[in-house]
């Protein structure tokens, strides 16, 4: 645990960060916060602050909307990142992509490691990416150690769309953005993505564009 004067510098930019008000502005790539990974949270923020800066993530993670966001997407460098995923999808889309409802949850230098070989591709977007989406193949469960905002444990196994959005936010806290894992002939823009992929699989878009799935 590092001493107060060592975080001053943080704990003003957060501040100042959230003095600026709510909902936050999200970065987008091509800024190198996005690149340069995370230092894990040791206690750089006190409680209070903390607690701030969790809130304004949630505000700004649920104005966008999303169902993730991560510490770095709003220009902070801590290895910190929300979920809330309400799920209000059709039950094709549900029972095809193991999309159920995640309650809002604070990861704190979170890990995953998957849990057996089995890998599920589908199309995926990023608030830091607006505007389109790609097909991403990533693992089809993962356990996910870390800690939560009071500093508790984490130890859990996540399956579906569940277990991609912990992926994806993870990910986020190494400098890796959704797209260094998808398959380029995949990217489409949202409007593409509403007139011709709103299928539950990218099946048919494999097909059409030229990309293989696992």
Do not use: K
């Not at 602050?49 to 700004?60: M, N, S």
């Not at 770095?72 to 999309?99: F, K, M, N, S």
């Amino acid at each position: 645990m590092g001493t107060s004067d060592d975080h001053a510098p943080l704990t003003e930019r957060v501040e100042q960060l959230l003095d600026g008000g709510v909902p936050l502005t999200i970065v987008a790539a091509g800024d190198p916060v996005l690149r340069q990974g995370t230092e894990p949270y040791d206690g750089q923020l006190e409680p209070a602050l903390l607690a701030r800066f969790v809130e304004a993530l949630r505000v700004t993670m649920r104005a966008a909307p999303g169902v993730g966001l991560a510490a770095p997407q709003v220009g902070v460098g801590l290895r910190i990142a929300v979920i809330e995923d309400p799920a209000p999808v059709p039950e094709e889309v549900r029972l095809t992509r193991g999309r159920v409802p995640q309650p809002f949850r604070v990861l704190v230098n979170p890990a995953y490691e998957p849990v057996g070989e089995s890998r599920a591709a589908f199309f995926e977007g990023c608030l830091s990416v607006p505007g389109w989406q790609a097909v991403v193949a990533r693992h089809a469960e993962v356990r996910l150690t870390g800690q939560d905002e009071r500093g508790q444990a984490l130890d859990e196994v996540f399956e579906g769309w569940p277990a991609r959005i912990v992926q994806h936010e993870t990910d986020h806290l190494d400098g890796v953005l959704y797209l260094d894992r998808a398959e380029p002939r995949s990217l489409s823009s949202n409007l593409a993505m509403a007139e011709r992929w709103a299928q539950p699989t990218p099946e048919e878009a494999a097909r059409a564009l030229g990309f293989e799935l696992p």
